[in-house]
């Protein structure tokens, strides 16, 4: 992870002035091994996480089609990156993900598994593989919530939540069940951000003028 704090050393002070961010929740992050559950609206997204909350190193499972060349694959690979077939069921990307928690380390999924490029609040259907990692670990997942889409020199906001298990569904496989489960504390994760912080949602609604 050399090159990636690296980078996050050297590129945090740029991105924090294009797109500043208030984060809210930091230190609700755990120590040990975690499944990051967040909304995606943008690439952006994954630079404000590296910059801010995961400054030393984190994994990331990205689409497969960001490491079809050999060099583009080499750097999202020393960045963290997992190459993800979002079509089908990955085999090889599910067995690296249990293998990077197992180890006690943490990974960002989008459970979405693309960007909600209209900026829309509402979240798409998720894929079953952020509840599924964290069932075949036992693993905790800590929902983030962002609340818009990151435009240049805009305020945005980055909520993260109480971490939770899905221990209800563990030893089932009930994987719809549990993916519902998760996508319902995502929703309430972004109610918890309008709550604490009412500005926020103006923000929203300003946004939408």
Do not use: C
């Amino acid at each position: 992870m050399k090159l990636y704090r690296f980078l996050a050393f050297i590129l945090r002070p740029l991105v924090w002035l294009l797109y500043p961010t208030k984060i809210i929740g930091k230190e609700r992050i755990p120590k040990g091994k975690a499944v990051f559950a967040s909304n995606h609206y943008s690439h952006i997204d994954v630079a404000i996480f590296a910059t801010a909350l995961f400054r030393k190193g984190i994994n990331f499972l990205a689409k497969k089609e960001l490491f079809e060349k050999k060099r583009k694959a080499k750097f999202f690979s020393r960045m963290g990156g997992i190459p993800v077939d979002r079509g089908n069921i990955d085999v090889k990307a599910m067995r690296k993900v249990i293998d990077v928690l197992d180890s006690g380390k943490q990974i960002v999924i989008f459970p979405e598994g693309t960007r909600r490029k209209d900026g829309a609040e509402e979240m798409l259907p998720f894929k079953s593989g952020s509840a599924l990692f964290a069932l075949k670990t036992k693993t905790q997942i800590v929902p983030i919530t962002i609340l818009k889409k990151p435009k240049i020199f805009r305020r945005n906001y980055l909520y993260i939540g109480e971490p939770f298990e899905l221990t209800d569904y563990y030893g089932t496989k009930d994987f719809d069940g549990a993916t519902q489960y998760l996508r319902t504390k995502m929703i309430e994760n972004r109610q918890a951000l309008y709550d604490e912080f009412p500005k926020s949602k103006k923000l929203i609604a300003k946004g939408k003028k």
